[in-house]
Nanobody, 127 residues
Framework: QVQLRQSGGGFVEAGGSLTLSCTVS????????IGWFRQVSGNEREFVGG??????????ADSVKDRFIISRDNGANTVTVYLQMNSLNAEDTAVYFC??????????????????WGQGTQVSVSP
């Protein structure tokens, strides 16, 4: 069973910053494209951004472009993907999830294409 372990999140005032991390340690899935999504209760999970396994290129939703940065750290046995969130506002409040595609596939924005998910972490931004 592939596990994605998330950490980070919490409370921040508007204009502040938070960084989330997502660590993958299972074999071939260390070569997976990772996507970040967020979900507000009662709404569908929406794409935030992602990083391609092949070249580290990134893609962002328009709502977070120029504020959020995704990066990757390739360790000896694990891969950790970071979501640095800057200039946060109340509309960014949500539960954030990282998802892994099957190895060898590129970024897409649709939830069903991501095979495994992290446990989710709450980000709350006060107005």
């Amino acid at each position: 069973q592939v596990q994605l372990r998330q950490s980070g999140g919490g409370f921040v005032e508007a204009g502040g910053s938070l960084t989330l991390s997502c660590t993958v340690s299972e074999g071939a899935f260390r070569r997976s494209t990772i996507g970040w999504f967020r979900q507000v209760s009662g709404n569908e999970r929406e794409f935030v951004g992602g990083i391609n396994w092949s070249d580290g290129s990134t893609r962002y939703a328009d709502s977070v472009k120029d504020r959020f940065i995704i990066s990757r750290d390739n360790g000896a046995n694990t891969v950790t993907v970071y979501l640095q969130m800057n200039s946060l506002n109340a509309e960014d409040t949500a539960v954030y999830f990282c998802g892994a595609r099957r190895p060898g596939y590129s970024i897409v924005t649709t939830v069903p294409e991501y095979r495994y998910w992290g446990q989710g972490t709450q980000v709350s931004v006060s107005p």
